[in-house]
């Protein structure tokens, strides 16, 4: 039995939001795996890093002949899917096509409405369900529902309806599954990242402490998505540690990045896995970095984890205002980032970033200025602003129904999946229009340049000038696009 797993991203040139990814995509890695470890046939296509076309996708499947395609689908790409979708059902009606992630968890009756070519969409988390469709599959029975039916967490395709079979339950021991296997990839094929310490470049290995997170905040679709809530599940300190020894060994890893979304909610396990990296010596050997809380970092917490071997820390604060921050519910204060960063350079973490977003309810021209004061205030290595992105399945969603806080759609941009490309807005807030939001978002992003310059203009300069030699020779219309920003910026930024 074959199956065939594609990022289905567009290979997008410069200007659009979500180019190729610097890590490979985990997601696929994990599903990829499972099926391995049980004896399956499976291959991985990661189209906007391997800049395949949708023609270059067929050809592919034509060739391996796959009996399922699964896609994973973000909002940003479910346009893309549905064309592999279609192009699949051209090439063969006895292919199944299915599709999770994201996107699909949120809306499944909507995505199989918007697209006739998917047989079946996977909620929440992949691996078991995957694994039984693909054995059903295998099975051939004469009826195409016989592949689904009864299959926990699917909602499939039944004559002119749907059947959604509820939420198979989280997979509660993670150590039980089988490490991400980015050796389905073409490593080369992903961009480095320059690592301002090292004064290196490296390939970024994505990895995972816990699934889950308990915070609310209104803009993230609860991870696994809204049936399985918010709970949270962690590995041990052993497994993971397993898995960075085995992408060492396997492909040279130095660099590894905790994509959870919050890192650190138990700090007697951080202790714990802190302890055994230098136990193993892995704080001389590798870097790493995650994302917390502000309101979850502690001077400690800094120093345990830089001393096993963390160099990059990264949070989202999101505002400087407090009626924005209390408005996306994410329960931290001005007061908690400022503690945070003090915490941070007080155990002296050699690279402290974090992300703003600029649009969300209870946002106006008043609250931008407040947010450009703290980020000028912060002095932070880099800073990723972002307009505000309404996804389906979050709070956020219901929230610019309701027009809570002042948001609006504009029209129509409710469902429109074109439109999210991170450089257009696509809500008006109070007395910010669209244009008003992008230009904040920029004016916010200028203050960040000239407030990082200002703590260290020459680490500043010499990232720039290590990015330019290296997409000189890795990535030319990347380097194009980034020297038009980037004269942009420093022109008005006035450095
Ligand atoms: C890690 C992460 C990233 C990493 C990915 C790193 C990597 N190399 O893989 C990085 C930092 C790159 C990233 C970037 C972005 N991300 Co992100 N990210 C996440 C996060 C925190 C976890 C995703 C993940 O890998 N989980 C681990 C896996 C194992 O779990 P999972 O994703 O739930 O996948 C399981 C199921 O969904 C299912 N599944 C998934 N696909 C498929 C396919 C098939 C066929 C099947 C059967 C099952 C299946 O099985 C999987 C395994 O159990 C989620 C938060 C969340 N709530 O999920 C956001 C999230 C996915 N990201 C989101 C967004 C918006 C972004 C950005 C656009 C942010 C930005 N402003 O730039 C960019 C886009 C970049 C890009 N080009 O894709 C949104 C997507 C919303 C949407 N509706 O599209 C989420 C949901 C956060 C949110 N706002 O709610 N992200």
């Not at 009606?93 to 968890?105: D, E, L, P």
């Not at 979304?261 to 870097?287: A, D, M, P, Q």
């Not at 002042?406 to 807005?425: E, F, H, K, S, V």
Request: hydrophobic share 35%; net charge positive.
């Amino acid at each position: 039995m074959k199956t065939l797993l594609i990022n289905p991203g567009e290979t997008t040139g410069e200007g659009r939001a979500y180019g190729p990814l610097t890590s490979p995509h985990m997601v696929l890695a994990y599903l990829a795996a499972y099926l391995k470890a049980r004896g399956e046939d499976v291959k991985i296509i990661e189209m906007p890093t391997y800049k395949m076309s949708h023609e270059d996708v067929f050809e592919a499947i034509k060739h391996y002949a796959p009996d399922v395609v699964g896609l994973t689908v973000r909002s940003f790409n479910i346009k893309s899917a549905y064309k592999i979708a279609v192009g699949v059902k051209k090439l063969s009606k006895n292919i199944q096509v299915v599709m999770g992630g994201s996107h699909a968890t949120a809306l499944p009756e909507h995505t199989l409405e918007e697209c006739a070519d998917i047989d079946a969409v996977v909620m929440a988390y992949g691996e078991e369900t995957l694994y039984e469709i693909v054995t059903r599959v295998s099975k051939g029975y004469k009826e195409q529902k016989a592949f689904y039916e009864d299959v926990m967490g699917v909602t499939y395709r039944n004559g002119g309806g749907y059947i959604g079979n509820g939420d198979r339950p989280v997979i509660a021991d993670l150590d039980a599954l089988p490490f991400p296997d980015y050796g389905m990839y073409d490593l080369n094929k992903f961009g480095k990242m320059y690592f301002s310490d090292t004064g290196r470049f490296e390939r970024e290995f994505s990895i995972f402490a816990s699934r889950g997170c308990p915070f609310k905040c209104i803009f993230c679709m609860p991870h696994g998505g809204p049936g399985i809530s918010r709970n949270r599940t962690t590995r041990s300190p052993e497994n993971i540690v397993a898995e960075m020894e085995m992408n060492m060994e396997k492909f040279g890893a130095k660099t590894f990045n905790f994509n959870d979304s919050t890192f650190g909610i138990n700090r007697k396990w951080v202790k714990e896995f802190c302890e055994l990296l230098r136990k193993r010596g892995l704080h001389k050997k590798v870097h790493w970095s995650f994302e917390t809380r502000a309101d979850l970092a502690s001077e400690e917490l800094f120093i345990d984890t830089k001393e096993a071997g963390c160099n990059w820390v990264f949070a989202g604060f999101e505002s400087g205002a407090k009626s924005v921050l209390e408005g996306m519910r994410k329960g931290i204060t001005k007061e908690d980032i400022k503690k945070y960063i003090a915490n941070a350079r007080a155990a002296k973490v050699p690279y402290i970033s974090a992300s703003f977003v600029v649009g969300l309810p209870y946002e106006n021209r008043q609250t931008c200025l407040e947010t450009r004061e703290l980020v000028r205030e912060l002095e932070l290595d880099s800073v990723g602003v972002n307009i505000a992105a309404v996804y389906p399945g979050t709070e956020l969603f219901s929230m610019v129904d309701q027009g809570v806080g002042g948001i609006q759609w504009l029209p129509g941009a409710r469902m429109n999946w074109d439109i999210y490309d991170r450089t257009r807005a696509h809500v008006r807030v109070n007395d910010l229009g669209p244009d008003d939001i992008e230009r904040e978002a920029n004016e916010l992003r200028k203050v960040a340049l000239r407030s990082a310059a200002k703590r260290n203009y020459f680490k500043q300069l010499r990232k720039s000038a290590m990015y330019f030699l290296y997409y000189c020779h890795a990535d030319r219309p990347k380097l194009f696009h980034h020297i038009k920003q980037g004269i942009k910026n420093l022109l008005t930024a006035g450095i």
